[in-house]
């Protein structure tokens, strides 16, 4: 294939053999690691510039590893794609993302399901979620950890206390179904936008409001563009970490067990930071002049009662065991 013939980020993969090939000696295994967030500042890229550290110090002379932050090279409506092409062998989208290979996984988008990340760690590390991590692999994509980020909240060009202060609103989301249908019940309109376009789309009024993590209102600077954030805690956004079938059995039995306890290890080690990272993300959001709405019980319920009839909606797609293991894992 010509570079003429690709187009975004599989055109700058094209250029880049050059590039990896400078940081990586003959005969490694170059480990491309894609993703949409910011390095700094953030679960995920904190954990993936970590996990990169760890890689080339231990298996220096057989793997080396890339990481390319904030889309630079694919966006996540792209990159499993570039995946199962060998053109990145790891990748971390938030689950939601996965729908159009397992509705299982939607589980995680249910609103108001996971009270805690402690309740998304006891489901994860739980049958239910080990299971899952499996749930993609008739298609060749292999869950190796669950990546925890934190409690979305939403935003918009003006306050939102109420859900009805949402009605008539459109808010970006990503491309999950469990979304779209939580937007419609709020009675406003959802928009599919790529990670990458939503500072421009809020700025633009192209959308007039979202939904996201601490970390990533911070570090995308969402906050700047919106009358304030409000602190509903809706929804927790977990990442699945995932490569392709070819990629594990292209290794041999040794580098694949030293490259998979990696990432155990470099996982557990950042998701047990997670809240800390999404806290200091919160108070900087407040430093930086932006607005957090807090939101007392009876506002709060408003806000589980107009979200929560999306449950029965999924419930048998999703599959009601797996629902219910979530919410025994709320019951620590
Ligand atoms: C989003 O698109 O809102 C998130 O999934 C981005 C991310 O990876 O945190």
Redesign the pocket.
């Known amino acids: 294939m010509t570079t003429r013939m690709l187009t975004g980020g599989a055109a700058v993969l094209a250029l880049m053999p050059a590039i990896a090939a400078a940081q990586c000696d003959d005969g490694e295994r170059v480990v491309n690691f894609s ?3 910011a390095a700094n500042g ?1 679960p ?1 890229g904190e954990m993936a510039a970590a996990l990169a550290e760890r890689v080339n110090e231990a298996m220096d002379g057989t793997l080396c590893m890339e990481v390319f932050p904030n889309s630079t090279l694919f966006d ?1 409506d792209k990159v499993l794609e570039a995946m199962m092409l060998g053109d990145v062998q790891l990748a ?3 689950v ?2 996965f729908d159009a290979y397992s509705q299982a996984l939607q589980v995680f988008n249910l609103p108001f399901l996971f009270a805690s990340t402690e309740a998304v760690q006891r489901f994860t590390e739980g049958e239910a979620g080990q299971d899952l991590l499996m749930a993609m692999e008739d298609s060749g994509i292999i869950g190796l950890a669950y990546v925890y ?1 934190g409690l979305r909240q939403f935003s918009a060009g003006q306050p939102l206390i109420e859900p009805t202060d949402a009605e008539g609103l459109k808010f ?1 989301v ?1 491309t999950s179904d469990v979304t779209e249908a939580m937007i419609d019940e709020l009675g406003a309109q959802p928009q599919a936008l ?2 990458s376009e ?1 500072y421009g789309a809020l700025q633009t009024g192209v959308v007039d409001g ?1 939904e ?2 601490w ?2 209102i911070y570090t995308q600077k969402f906050y700047e563009v919106q009358d304030g954030i409000t602190e509903t805690n809706h929804q927790f ?1 977990t ?1 699945l970490m995932v490569t392709s079938q070819d990629f594990l059995d292209s290794l041999d039995e040794g580098t694949r067990e030293e490259f998979l306890s990696l990432v155990d290890e470099v996982s557990d080690e950042y998701n047990a930071r997670a809240n800390e990272i999404n806290a200091e993300a919160r108070q900087a959001i407040i430093d930086a002049g932006g607005t957090v709405r807090e939101l007392d019980d009876a506002q709060r319920q408003a806000w589980v009662d107009a979200m929560t009839p999306v449950w029965d909606q999924f419930e048998e797609a999703i599959g009601s065991d797996v629902i219910e293991a979530a919410q025994a894992a709320n019951e620590g």
């Open positions: 993703h949409v967030t953030h995920k996540d971390a989208p938030d939601g993302k980020n970006r990503t790529a990670f939503v979202q996201n993590t970390s990533n956004l990442y």
